[in-house]
């Protein structure tokens, strides 16, 4: 660990941080103070208990030890919106409904789910005249609720379970679900919360809503909204034409003259993380992991693929084959540099965004204090297209008449081909708008509290910690494309990781734990899935199970590896390790498709329905499990098809009892899916 803190701070700009002898006594005596404070603390004079540690403050957190529920009964809120979010999208919307709220006059509060116990809301029908709960929930996974909607989701189910159909008597409740259609399970979340409500004695006064981020999940939860409010006026007998905004933003921006003792330059929750890395590393405390290894694994001049290593040795981070590693990317230097020239601002200037209410969520929306620098850089989205609330509030403070104009008409109902042609089509981020409407000048404040905040990229782990315990995998296509405008853009993380260097750079990671799992025994046969970067879980799975076989002397059940790509010559990842498996029997049949090599486009689920029998076998006769990674939208889709279709050929199924057979499968956990859109 000491010997990378080197690396490590110059990554975030902390180089030159030295320790002489006088630091070490100096730090010394302050750490012999520390832990006499802590056991006077902890163990105090005259035999009373001891006191509870204080926690660290962390930044974004809840800054009120009064609890959701009493805070709103203080407050004089009537109306709550939940939010279970994995990427921010959801936590974004109950923000913004928040806002919309004040407009028709509505005290509300916006609530992490992760911070709802199950029965303090029980009681909120009871305890607030006229309550109404507004959920904004995600599904994720396989159906699955997100993170910090889990315990919740767990105590709801119970409670239906029970079959108490007065428990949440006298609340009035919505859902509005956000999912993606590509997913078998398409806003299983949602759509269970507003059935399970009902079924507790809840009254839904608005249906319920479902985005689809297939499509334009945006254009839902406008629509949603209309209902929403029209519903919601009708409840509280509310005159929707006497709507008045005095005030839609949530958090004020400060201008920090004196520098402060703590200040954030990255760190996703707590000061100086990344100066003074400690154990144990998680989502708010990451690791900083060197890059070990960077290679290329494409042999195409226009495509890139790279295979990464990081080191993790020392730092107790432990992972297995199936999990997912997430790294904390950074925005381009050169995007934040004009964004901040357009602006006009001095990004080196420190600033803090503060809550204007107690009952936002979080104090600030990102770490605060930092410089607008470390904003851009580090926690705001500057990439993402804009969505029209946000040119509607930069035209809002807008005073050149044509940009207001424009801006108007974009984030209008009436300009929504427009928006559709000027933002998607044509893929412009905030920096185009502003560059194309200079005469719009929104204050900072604005920009950094509507953006998005800068999201955590998850990553298949390519590797087993049983033959690599020092370092995870990854393998990761760099995304570039160039837009119908001529300009050239690409991933924000993967072109941060190619513009890395190998033995220098660091990047954040935490490790997420995944249902995506081998069987328990290694005799268990197994089907993988995996076209492209698919690939990478099952390089994983076929390192632990050749593991197992040499060193435990274990005996493996059928391996079938189905992998696919455009071009052998150019894009067969891993081939020398693929064939080395096949030789040694850990892979006992390799299927390989190469869709642009023949006259005719062949895809893993043709080769699927050729081996079919063989599949059907060692899925019905001999309990194996079939793993599927990557693309949801087309590839996952086919293949769950194919094997209801294996069903009905191979097993003489009818087509309902195929489909009953592989959702059985999938209950089981002997159909696992690791997919994306």
């Known amino acids: 660990m000491a010997g990378d803190t080197g690396g490590v701070l110059a990554t975030f700009g902390l180089e030159g941080v030295m320790l002489d002898t006088t630091d070490m006594i100096v730090l010394s005596v302050v750490l012999c103070a520390l832990i006499y404070l802590g056991i006077t603390r902890l163990f105090p004079a005259g035999g009373s208990k001891p006191a509870a540690p204080v926690a660290a403050p962390t930044a974004g957190s809840s800054y009120m030890s009064e609890d959701w529920l009493s805070r709103m009964k203080r407050t004089n809120k009537k109306v709550a919106f939940f939010y279970g979010s994995q990427t921010g999208t959801a936590e974004e919307y109950a923000q913004r409904l928040v806002v919309e709220a004040r407009a028709y006059g509505l005290k509300a509060a916006v609530v992490d789910m992760q911070d709802a116990d ?63 259609r590509t997913y078998e399970l398409f806003n299983e979340v949602g759509r269970y919360m507003d059935k399970s409500l009902t079924s507790l004695g809840a009254k839904r006064i608005c249906p319920l809503g479902e985005g689809d981020d297939n499509d334009d999940i945006e254009e839902d939860f406008s629509k949603w909204c209309e209902q929403f409010w029209t519903a919601t006026c009708n409840e509280y007998n509310i005159d929707p034409e006497a709507i008045a905004v005095d005030n839609n933003r949530l958090y004020e921006l400060t201008v920090i003259e004196e520098v402060p003792r703590r200040v954030f330059v990255g760190e996703p929750a707590i000061s100086g993380t990344y100066a003074n890395q400690r154990r144990p590393f998680t989502m708010k405390n990451p690791f900083l992991a060197k890059i070990e290894v960077k290679r290329e694994l494409f042999t195409d001049t226009d495509r890139s693929c790279l295979h990464i290593e990081l080191g993790i040795k020392g730092s107790n981070v432990r992972y297995t084959a199936g999990d997912h590693v997430a790294i904390l990317p950074c925005n381009k230097p050169a995007l934040v540099e004009e964004i901040g020239q357009l602006l006009g601002l001095d990004l080196d200037q420190l600033i803090s965004l503060t809550a204007l209410d107690e009952d936002v969520k979080k104090k600030h929306p990102f770490p605060c204090p930092c410089s607008y620098r470390t904003a851009l850089t580090h926690y705001v989205d500057i990439t993402s297209l804009p969505k029209p609330h946000v040119l509607r509030a930069i035209a809002d403070e807008c005073e050149e008449p044509s940009a207001k104009e424009a801006l108007l008409r974009l984030s209008s109902k009436q300009g929504k081909a427009e928006y559709a042609k000027y933002i998607h089509q044509e893929h412009r981020t905030i920096a185009h708008v502003l560059r194309d409407h200079r005469g719009a000048k929104p204050s900072a404040g604005l920009l950094l509290e509507l953006l998005p905040r800068l999201q955590p990229r998850y990553y298949s782990i390519s590797s087993s910690a049983k033959e690599h315990p020092d370092r995870i995998h990854i393998t990761a296509a760099v995304v570039r494309f160039t837009t119908p405008l001529g300009v050239e853009m690409g991933g924000v993380c993967t072109s941060w990781l190619d513009s890395l260097e190998e033995g220098v750079d660091t990047v954040p990671i935490f490790v997420r734990s995944s249902g995506f799992r081998l069987p328990l025994k290694p005799s268990t046969p197994v089907i993988m899935v995996g076209p492209g970067t698919g690939l990478a879980p099952f390089r994983g799975f076929l390192q632990e199970r050749s593991y197992l076989q040499r060193e435990k002397k274990a005996a493996l059940g059928d391996t079938l590896l189905l992998f696919g790509c455009q071009n052998e010559s150019k894009h067969f990842l891993y081939r020398e390790e693929l064939m080395e498996y096949h030789k040694e029997g850990v892979i006992s049949n390799l299927q390989l498709a190469f869709s642009r090599d023949g006259p005719e486009k062949v895809y893993v689920q043709h080769r699927l329905r050729e081996v079919g029998k063989e599949v059907y076998t060692l899925l019905k006769e001999k309990r ?38 592989a959702k059985d499968l999938r209950k089981r956990k002997r159909y696992c899916e690791d997919i994306w859109s």
């Not at 507004?134 to 909607?149: I, L, Q, R, S």
């Not at 990557?630 to 199924?653: C, F, N, P, Q, W």
């Open 118 to 180: 199950f029965e303090t809301f029980s009681t909120m029908g009871e305890e607030i005249e006229g309550a109404l709960a507004v959920f904004c929930v995600a599904t994720y996974g396989e159906g699955d609720p997100t993170d910090n909607a889990q315990d919740f989701w767990d105590n709801l189910k119970s409670a239906v379970e029970e079959g108490d159909s007065g428990k949440l008597a006298g609340l009035n409740y919505t859902v509005f679900g956000l999912g993606n």
């Open 624 to 661: 194996g499990h079939i793993y599927v990674c990557g693309d949801a939208k087309y590839m996952a889709r086919d293949v769950s098809r194919t094997i209801t279709e294996l069903a009905v050929t191979h097993g003489g199924l009818t087509e309902q009892q195929a489909v009953n057979w």
